[in-house]
């Protein structure tokens, strides 16, 4: 419901908010759920539920933005080192450093733009994709590890790609990133 600003404006908040709380309070939110959230008449952000949520005292993790800054630019190699060193590709595991990058379309693609417009179509696009058997994505997924530190991360990354893709949000990207995920924005940048 709403116009498109309302529904830009209440995507806006919600990803700031998500993103945000790790650097402000040293904790992540980790019930992205629709369900959790409301727009107030003075149009305002109201979270209902903290049940779950991720402490991170230091913040989001700084290889999470240097990651992605780094998947976003292209250099697949350079990604995974840095995916194995975090965790996410075991040792004995070999993969094709292009196809993990292509893997990671869903977190990457929206970071390369000043402002995203997600979208179902897209969305469906990206999970079509990756959950094709007869598409490479697929087995890359199956030879990744998701770190247990990386666990509620996660969840909220991809729900919060999911409600901004049911509202049909465009929101500022860039500069939510560059504003709370450490070491997104490369020095001097």
């Known amino acids: 419901n709403g116009s498109q600003a309302e529904r830009d404006t209440a995507g806006v908040l919600y990803e700031r908010f998500l993103l945000s709380g790790p650097s402000r309070a040293g904790l992540l939110h980790a019930d992205p759920h629709p369900g959790n959230f409301r727009i107030t008449a003075d149009g305002r952000l109201g979270v209902l539920d903290f049940g779950a949520c991720a402490l991170l005292p230091d ?54 733009y000043e402002e995203f417009t997600f979208s179902r179509d897209w969305m469906r696009g990206q999970f079509t994709r990756m959950n094709d058997m007869r598409n490479p994505d697929f087995a890359v997924g199956l030879k990744l590890n998701l770190p247990p530190s990386y666990a509620l991360i996660h969840r909220v990354w991809l729900g919060c790609i999911g409600v901004l893709c049911q509202l049909g949000a465009t929101v500022p990207m860039r500069a939510e990133l560059t504003r709370w995920v450490p070491d997104f924005t490369a020095a001097g940048h």
Do not use: H
Request: proline letters at 7%.
């Open 59 to 112: 913040g989001l993790p700084s290889a999470m933005g240097s990651l992605l800054r780094i998947a976003q630019l292209g250099d697949a190699q350079t990604v995974i080192e840095g995916l194995r060193a975090e965790g996410f590709i075991k040792p004995n595991i070999e993969v094709d450093a292009e196809q993990v990058l292509g893997y990671l379309e869903p977190f990457v693609d929206p970071a390369r």
